[in-house]
């Protein structure tokens, strides 16, 4: 267990519908980045929060939006969905100045 | 924009010879490049990292270079073991805590 949890481990959806993915940070890590990974891109960089605010983004559609609350959990909406949404989708957490990424286990998403 | 890039896609060692994996980097401000390793199921792992003010580290049978004239730096494992079988990525970012670029993967394959 790395610390970061992710829910729900599975989802399948059909197209055109909206989802919400769930990340849960190690404690103490105020940084969280969400990351899509499919077969042939690798691990592409979507978005990251640090402390509630965005700091950084990355590749992601303007169908996908995140979030962190002020209990440092973060969430990645994805609406209009396309049978190329289909991935994983990881989140990991960092303490703003310890050591790199700690990944969660991923939500694997597949669009019907 | 930043790009890294990873050779080869796969690769195939007998157990208990080296494998050496490499990247390039395109961002010359760069300056930490850690590496993951992924295995089936699971989100990618922090095994080893480096800092630009360091040209190599090594951790048991793991061990980077970095050369950061060239904006190159490898993976090497020695004495691989059939649990080195896993995707392998290398990363690069401007600081530790900075959002983290991927390159696409290396499945490594040990041979028994």
């Known amino acids: 267990d790395s610390g970061v949890t992710q829910t729900p481990k599975h989802l399948i959806t059909a197209t055109g519908q909206r989802v919400t993915l769930r990340c849960s940070p190690r404690?103490?890590?105020?940084?969280v980045y969400w990351y899509q990974q499919s077969l042939d891109q690798g691990l592409q960089f979507l978005i990251q929060?640090?402390?509630?605010?965005?700091?950084a983004k990355g590749n992601i559609l303007e169908r996908f939006s995140a979030q962190q609350f002020p209990d440092l959990h973060s969430e990645l909406n994805l609406s209009s969905l396309e049978l190329g949404d289909s991935a994983l989708y990881f989140c990991?957490?960092?303490?703003?100045?310890?050591?790199?990424?700690?990944f969660g286990s991923g939500t694997r998403l597949t669009v019907v | 924009g930043e790009n890294v890039e990873q050779h080869p896609s796969t690769l195939s060692v007998q157990e208990g010879d080296s494998a050496v994996i490499k990247c390039t980097y395109s961002?010359?401000?760069?300056?930490?490049f850690p590496w993951y390793k992924q295995e089936l199921g699971k989100g990618p792992q922090l095994i080893i990292d480096i800092r630009s003010n360091v040209g190599e580290k090594k951790d048991q049978r793991i061990a980077v270079t970095l050369n950061k004239t060239a904006k190159h730096f490898s993976l090497h494992i020695t004495e691989t073991q059939p649990e080195d079988s896993a995707v392998y990525f290398c990363a690069a970012s401007k600081r530790r805590d900075d959002k983290i670029i991927f390159g696409k993967g290396t499945r490594l394959h040990i041979l028994p």
């Open positions: 961002d010359s401000a760069s300056n930490y």
């Open positions: 929060y640090y402390n509630g605010e965005e700091r």
């Open positions: 404690s103490g890590d105020l940084s």
């Open positions: 990991a957490s960092s303490v703003n100045s310890g050591y790199g990424y700690t």
